[in-house]
């Protein structure tokens, strides 16, 4: 059973909906990278894949993710054939990042049974 995860709003918990939304985009790529290195377009299918098609993601937000994330030790990356024999950048979550997986994971997991009894309060 996962332990109470408390929340002190404006303290810890994002302060604005753009933060909210890039920790989200930070996890599902995270957890797209988790079984294997994907390029680009393999995270964003992937991502498509593991929300039911709720979560689209546009280049636009995701190269700029991928390289936030490097810089944080989260992911690495390297250059090699795509399916298309077309060269592309590859990434993999590093040791920090799989850490970060866990962490994150367990943070939303902990939100996410929070929020249906504060929707169903009166």
């Given at each position: 059973?996962?332990?109470?995860?408390?929340?002190?709003?404006?303290?810890?918990?994002?302060?604005?909906?753009?933060?909210?939304?890039?920790?989200?985009?930070d996890?599902?790529?995270?957890?797209?990278?988790?079984?294997?290195?994907?390029?680009?377009?393999?995270?964003?299918?992937?991502?498509?894949?593991?929300?039911?098609?709720?979560?689209?993601?546009?280049?636009?937000?995701?190269?700029p993710?991928?390289?936030?994330?490097?810089?944080?030790?989260?992911?690495?990356?390297?250059?090699?054939?795509?399916?298309?024999?077309?060269?592309?950048?590859?990434?993999?979550?590093?040791?920090?990042?799989?850490?970060?997986?866990?962490?994150?994971?367990?943070?939303?997991?902990?939100?996410?049974?929070?929020?249906?009894?504060?929707?169903?309060?009166t």
């Open positions: 059973m996962l332990t109470p995860y408390k929340v002190s709003i404006g303290d810890c918990t994002p302060s604005t909906q753009a933060e909210l939304l890039q920790e989200t985009l996890l599902l790529i995270l957890k797209s990278l988790a079984l294997e290195e994907l390029h680009g377009m393999g995270i964003s299918r992937r991502i498509m894949q593991i929300t039911n098609g709720t979560f689209e993601v546009k280049a636009g937000s995701l190269f993710a991928l390289h936030r994330m490097e810089e944080a030790g989260w992911l690495s990356s390297f250059w090699g054939e795509a399916e298309v024999n077309r060269r592309a950048e590859f990434h993999r979550l590093t040791k920090t990042g799989k850490k970060q997986l866990q962490t994150e994971s367990g943070r939303w997991e902990r939100i996410s049974l929070a929020m249906p009894n504060a929707l169903r309060a």
